[in-house]
Antibody, heavy 123, light 108 residues
Framework: QVQLVESGGGVVQPGRSLRLSCAAS????????MHWVRQAPGKGLEWLAI????????YFADSVKGRITISRDNSKNALYLQMNSLRAEDTAVYYC????????????????WGQGTLVTVSS | SSELTQDPAVSVALGHTVRITCQGD??????ASWYQQKPGQAPVLVIY???NRPSGIPDRFSGSTSGSTASLSITGAQAEDEADYYC???????????FGTGTKVTVL
């Protein structure tokens, strides 16, 4: 079965960097685009970034562009999110999610989600 | 960037029907998907491509769209349907994605 397991969260001081990981299993990771989504405490979902199946294309939400990088290692079935210059407002649960696309129909959606990893930015 | 607007909260009597709406310009050109999220849990896909249910999602969940508005209906709401619901689509650029503001559904 499809499994996505995030790791790397924790407490980090403002201004520092953090790299989150997402371990994928149960499907052919190298054939799917992947997303990062976050949710601040008591708030809604915020889409952050997408990376294509081969890592050649990446897009970022305007709110975090320039501070985050998304990458993947298909040989390790792993997705990453590098976050720099962290701020208090980056405190959130960070989810990785698989992209399911029907290109011919123009349909895409997030069909599987991990359980999330909590990042707390605090001094 | 685009925005998707949802009503913050709705309530429905047990067994009755509730409709949640999601409004945004990008919905005129891109498909909507809907996600259910219960407290402390990851979101779960309930509708994709405007009106398609993934396997395992009860048929009381349905989706529709009209112009710049997507809708999620729960027909015969059950206690376990009490949750937050979020819509999603691509934004007007086609390269980015946006979630709706979320709707808390309370089953009375």
């Amino acid at each position: 079965q499809v499994q996505l397991v995030e790791s790397g969260g924790g407490v980090v001081q403002p201004g520092r960097s953090l790299r989150l990981s997402c371990a994928a299993s149960g499907f052919t990771f190298s054939t799917y685009a992947m997303h990062w989504v976050r949710q601040a405490p008591g708030k809604g979902l915020e889409w952050l970034a997408i990376i294509s199946y081969d890592g050649s294309n990446k897009y970022f939400a305007d709110s975090v562009k320039g501070r985050i990088t998304i990458s993947r290692d298909n040989s390790k079935n792993a997705l990453y999110l590098q976050m720099n210059s962290l701020r208090a407002e980056d405190t959130a649960v960070y989810y990785c999610a698989r992209d399911q696309s029907w290109l011919a129909l123009g349909i895409d959606y997030f069909d599987y989600w991990g359980q999330g990893t909590l990042v707390t930015v605090s001094s | 960037s685009s925005e998707l607007t949802q009503d913050p909260a709705v309530s429905v009597a047990l067994g009755h029907t509730v409709r949640i709406t999601c409004q945004g310009d990008s919905l005129r050109g891109y498909y909507a998907s809907w996600y259910q999220q219960k407290p402390g849990q990851a979101p779960v896909l309930v509708i994709y491509g405007n009106n398609n249910r993934p396997s395992g999602i009860p048929d009381r969940f349905s989706g529709s769209t009209s112009g710049s508005t997507a809708s999620l209906s729960i027909t015969g709401a059950q206690a376990e349907d009490e949750a937050d619901y979020y819509c999603n689509s691509r934004d007007n650029s086609g390269n980015l994605y946006v979630f709706g503001t979320g709707t808390k559904v309370t089953v009375l």
